[in-house]
């Protein structure tokens, strides 16, 4: 015989205990690897034809098994009055939590990977194949409970033995991938899931309540195009991290993404930093043996105090203000005043280290970043990838200081408990912490939908009720405050409506949460009692379980809010990642020089630009302006003059064909060097919400006062600044809205002027002034563009005519170039711009229309010409059209006076040309 039955009985008895923790381990281990390493998508092309539902109930009949095991045992406990072998409880506690879990996932994943379960399977049959046969060799069954023992074992044994042949004779190597797999669809919901037909607040401005009509695709489309804005961004977040993670194909890939802000978040330079960092981990490390250590020592405290009461020999009393004053040092200790305040004057330094080096970072990046990029991107949403550092840092500390701490609290409880309470006190906390977490996710999750719906409606209801009272002036003029009023209440009762729902379910968690607790609260109470009365243990270990109880629910409880905490912070994570990769398109190259500036001859030769690929905005421009001249471009809106502009500022490179000042290619020159030659005034010139003097200084921080005035009356702003209350200390509102628009343009042409450059482009600078107030800034203009090398994008005829050169741009080609007499006599494009402008009889209301944003004018060439000059360019022009085209006659041949009456007029004339 080569065992001893004392021999046998131990190795019996080390499979008990070691049997079922192992196949939990491995079973949890295996599976969080095919959660992060995403092998669901990969292995499912040969698991498909695999009948889960089968396995899942040959499964669901070993837990069983295991669970009537444990029943006849306690059967059989309470006939013999023997207590029962722990090793044996154990085992089947143990095992029936082991493949309860896994039954568990295995309802939860529709398209599971099989190998975290089929090793447990071929696993389970050994063990319980020698579980079977060798005890029973030995030690022949003899009572009724040990026959139906060996019953249920066989049966045991039996799903063993079934489970992985049916699992390997279903799976298929050889078939096709089903590509309308369900799980391939979009995870996330194409419709947002407002409730169909709920009343008007539903509509939008205009739309009617007849949803006959309505083809499903359009309401699609319609819903789409509503989708507040805080949850679009929050769906194209989510499809971001989706995305990325299919492409790295694991989470711990997708996690190495993040490594960008490794040197942002750990102090690589600093070693204090990196030493306190350390320091925190031991903190957090003593934080966890504290919360073991605190209740136990209450539970000595308890004991000494019974002993001293119990003892009735005086001088054996024991002392009872040790353990007081060790349990008063402890909680003083573990405290917010000890540990807690240690922790955070250690953990601060190092956070606003990451704190500064992302948001400064990030920050930088942004303004490092092409127009390209700030054309596409709203502020809010720059604002909140800046600020998306913030949430790295949270992300970090979450889960450094709360979801490691959580889970090494639970792995300590676990030990702690089977240790002083025994093995089922142990079980039953894993148990109890196990169904918390996962109950918990499973009803988060449920929840998601109910969440949406109630943030999307609640937000509805604000846009509603926003928009009607930003409308006020609208609705009251079509007498639709009725409307608006139905409009927002039908809002608020579906707000209301809706929130009940997601209260209710929060509700429903919370009690399923707190009912878990109870039960397992129930069961250690049980436990400690049963062992106080039948085991003679002390009162203090009593207590000391008790408070470790109530002590681990707040990890637990933390747990719940943990989940989504975790997933916003990864969101901004994710966007913050994505500003970080961003390049910028226009960088300085290499060996880029500053440019050195000789007279400013600039040329554009053969430029081509887009946008978009799709749709070229410049095709082959190329034209030269002579140092020192002042050119002007016209042409139709749209054209692509303001983009000339953008891509000699380099706002853009070219994408083919070159620009070049003075000989040097603005791409060889530094940005530096080439912008702070150039001065610029943009058609919607921004303001910062400052003062009307920081405003001007932004050009020339050295500038004095006298210098910003001189600038200010060269623009004929000064006397208008002088007539605030606040003269140039006035705050000039949100990107100026507190000035008009020409006192705006006059500020920013004050601004170019005071920044002295070299090289002016001035696009459409005094649009939104009147005729006079622009008289007198082209007097300042002289001053400003004297020798200089000046671009002007003007609509005036009479801007235009003061012009060295003038560029007609149409459709993104120049059709014509030369002098105002030159171009007036070729009888092109530009002539024909000219001509309809002197003939036609002006528009009463081109002054007013004129007057407010540029935007909103759009006449390709505006008469500003005073009679005198007017009569004398009529003459000009008329002698370049032959005679029978003549103003008089139309083309028609038909008279139509405009001649008698254009030579009269004073005002200008608003007009867009076919
Ligand atoms: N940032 C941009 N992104 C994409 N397209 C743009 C951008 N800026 C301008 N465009 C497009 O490029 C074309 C040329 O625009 P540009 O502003 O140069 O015209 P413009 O001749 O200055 O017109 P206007 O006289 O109305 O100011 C237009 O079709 C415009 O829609």
Known sequence: MLLTSRQLVAAIKAIHYAYPGLLLCYFVLALMVTVCTLQTQRLRVQDQHVRRDVILGLMFGVTLSYLAEL???????????????????????????????????????????????????????????????????????????????????????????????????????????????????????????????????????????????????????????????????????????????????????????????FPYLWPVHDRTLQFRAVLVGFCLLASNAFNVLVPTQMGRMIDSLTGYLLEEDPTRKPNVWIPVAVYALLRFVSGGAGIGWLKKWLWLPVEQYSYDALSTASHAHLMSLSSDFHDNKTSSDLTQAVHGGRSVTDLLETVCFQVLPMFIDLAVAFAFLWTLYGPYMGLLMASTAVTYLYVTTKLYSRRAAKRRDYITIYRKEWTIGQQSLDGWNTASLFNMIPYERHRYACAVKEHMSSKKDYEMSSQAIGAAQSLILSIGLLGALWLGVFQVVYRAESIGKFTTLLIYWAQLQSPLTFFASMYRQISYSLMDAERLLELFQTKPTVTDTPNAKALILGKGLVKFDRVSFAYDERKPTLKCVSFEVPSGKTVALVGETGGGKSTILKLIDRFYDVKSGSISIDGQDVRDVTLDSLRGKIGVVPQDPMLFNDSIMNNLRYARLTATDKEVYE?????????????????????????????????KQRVAIARAILKQPEIILLDEATSAV???????????????????????????????????????????????????????????????????????????????????????????????????????????????????????????????????????????????FE
Request: negative net charge.
């Open 711 to 743: 600038a200010c009356k060269a623009t004929a702003i000064h006397d208008k600044i002088m007539s605030f209350p606040d003269g140039y200390n006035s705050k000039v509102g949100d990107r100026g809205v507190k000035l008009s628009g020409g006192e």
């Open 71 to 261: 029943i006849v045992l306690l059967i059989q406990v309470i006939v013999s009055n023997e207590s029962p072998p722990e090793d044996c409880t154990v085992y089947l506690i143990a095992s029936t939590i082991c493949f309860g879990a896994q039954c568990l996932a295995l309802t939860d994943s529709k398209f599971p990977v099989w190998y975290p379960y089929y090793v447990t399977w071929f696993l389970g049959l050994l063990v319980e194949l020698i579980l079977l046969v060798i005890p029973n060799v030995f030690a022949p069954p003899e009572t009724p409970f040990a026959f139906t023992n060996i019953v249920i074992q066989s049966i045991r044994v039996c799903f063993f033995a079934i489970l992985p042949s049916l699992y390997f004779a279903l799976r298929n190597d050889k078939k096709e991938y089903d590509n309308g797999d369900a799980e391939r669809q979009s995870l996330l919901q194409k419709k947002l899931s407002g409730k169909p037909g709920s009343e008007d607040s539903t509509k939008s401005y205009g739309g009617t309540t007849d949803t006959n009509n309505q083809e499903s695709d359009n309401s699609e489309a319609s819903d789409a195009g509503s989708e507040d804005s805080w949850l679009a961004r929050q769906r194209e977040a989510e499809d971001k991290i989706k995305k990325r993670l299919e492409q790295d194909g694991n989470w711990f890939t997708y996690a190495r993404g993040f490594a960008i802000f």
């Open 770 to 912: 009147d005729t006079e107030t622009e008289q007198l800034i082209q007097e300042g203009f002289k001053t400003l563009c004297k020798d200089r090398t000046t671009f002007i994008v003007a609509h005036r005829l009479s801007t235009i005519m003061k012009a060295d050169h003038i560029i007609v741009v149409m459709n993104g080609e120049i059709v014509e170039k030369g002098t105002h007499d030159e171009l007036l006599h070729s009888g092109g494009k530009y002539h024909d711009l000219w001509s309809k402008q002197i003939f036609v009889k002006p528009s009463p209301t081109a002054d007013r229309s004129r007057s407010s944003s540029p935007k909103k004018r759009d006449a390709t060439l505006v008469n500003d010409l005073t009679p005198q000059r007017q009569t004398k360019e009529l003459a000009k022009v008329l002698k370049t059209i032959p005679h029978d085209q003549q103003p008089g006659e139309d083309n028609t041949g038909k008279k139509d006076g405009k001649k008698a009456e254009c030579s009269g007029h004073k005002r200008e004339v608003s007009l867009t």
